[in-house]
């Protein structure tokens, strides 16, 4: 943790039978508003997955908590650190899954694709003859992928399935290597590709976020940044934050050339939503984003909603 860095940003993952999610759902909220720690857990009974930041002891707290269930264990698990709390409020969240491909009876417990390490991820994606697809959506796509990565222009993951019928890949029965920012959702996609039954199909051990705390610069084969749920925005080689900022209208990502646009106000338009949104609609962001001054001016954090509704991006 460099200095100042306070706040420990953990990411986390793990798909295990957990038909006791509300169970711990209630566990896990009351242990982490007792820590005071913010952020986002989904539970299913497919297992958990989410972005939590506090102290490193709030942390260590539910650390503890998890690693006491055997079902937890091999969790993947990532952290990071920031000067001050990304996250305004703590959601612990019951779901049908944890990371929403839509498909019936995919389950990477029993099937998922061959695991790549940061180490070997560059010779495999170097080969001609391997596919590489980018199982994101379209928004982080656009700030950052590996070198040759075909982007399916998904605007959520459950689209995935339908890109990959368009692709006819079945048919075609490439080699396949996916990768996604922390890894959960090529733990889905390969599974799907497996059930397919494509044989030859890789993806990146702990995502994008692995490989950028790993590989040196000068080794890499990623082209610009990695989109982050969270307040950060992006990060780069050895996970550091880049100068990307929200659009507050469609929690979009913004690079400086993007906030130079005519089309940019703070908190309430964007060259990507401009046309998305009503007068209407936008009078009521740009009091939103007069409140959340005013608050700022205040030292305190305003609380109230942070986006619209249709527009909270999640891991999905």
């Not at 759902?25 to 857990?41: A, D, N, P, S, V």
């Not at 399916?152 to 019928?165: G, K, Q």
């Not at 089309?263 to 209407?280: K, L, Q, W």
Request: aromatic share 8%; charged share 30%.
């Amino acid at each position: 943790m460099n200095a100042g860095q306070d706040i420990v940003v953990a990411a986390l993952y793990k798909f295990a039978a957990l038909p006791d999610c509300r169970e711990w759902q209630q566990r896990l909220q009351e242990l982490c508003e007792q820590h005071g720690i913010k952020g986002t857990l989904l539970l299913a009974e497919e297992g958990i997955n989410g972005t939590i930041a506090g102290t490193r002891e709030a942390i260590d707290a539910v650390k503890a908590l998890l690693e006491s269930d055997k079902r937890f264990d091999g969790t993947e698990y990532k952290e990071s650190f920031a000067d001050e709390q990304p996250f305004h409020r703590l959601k612990v969240r019951i779901k049908k899954e944890i990371v929403t491909l839509g498909v019936e009876g995919i389950d990477p417990t029993c099937t998922v694709g061959t695991y790549v390490p940061p180490r070997e991820w560059n010779d495999l994606i170097s080969d001609p003859d391997v596919l590489l697809i980018d199982t994101r959506n379209d928004y982080e796509v656009a700030i950052g992928r590996f070198k040759g990565a075909i982007d399916p222009h998904t605007e959520s993951f459950r689209d995935l399935p339908r890109w990959v019928a368009e692709q006819q890949l079945v048919e075609k029965k490439p080699r396949v290597a996916m990768y996604c920012t922390g890894g959960i959702r090529c733990e889905k996609s390969t599974a799907y590709l497996k059930s397919l039954g494509l044989e030859e199909v890789f993806h990146l051990q702990g995502g994008i976020l692995k490989y950028l705390e790993e590989i040196p610069a000068e080794e890499s084969l990623w082209e610009g940044a990695c989109f982050v749920f969270d307040e950060r925005v992006a990060v780069t080689h050895g996970l550091e934050i880049t100068d990307h900022e929200l659009c507050r209208a469609c929690r979009r990502p913004l690079s400086a050339s993007e906030r130079a646009s005519n089309h940019f106000e703070p908190g309430v338009s964007c060259p990507h939503c401009i046309d998305e949104f009503d007068d209407r609609q936008r009078a009521g962001f740009r009091e939103r984003w007069r409140q959340e001054q005013l608050a700022k001016a205040r030292g305190e954090k305003h609380v109230g909603n942070t986006q619209p509704a249709s527009f909270n991006r999640q891991e999905k």
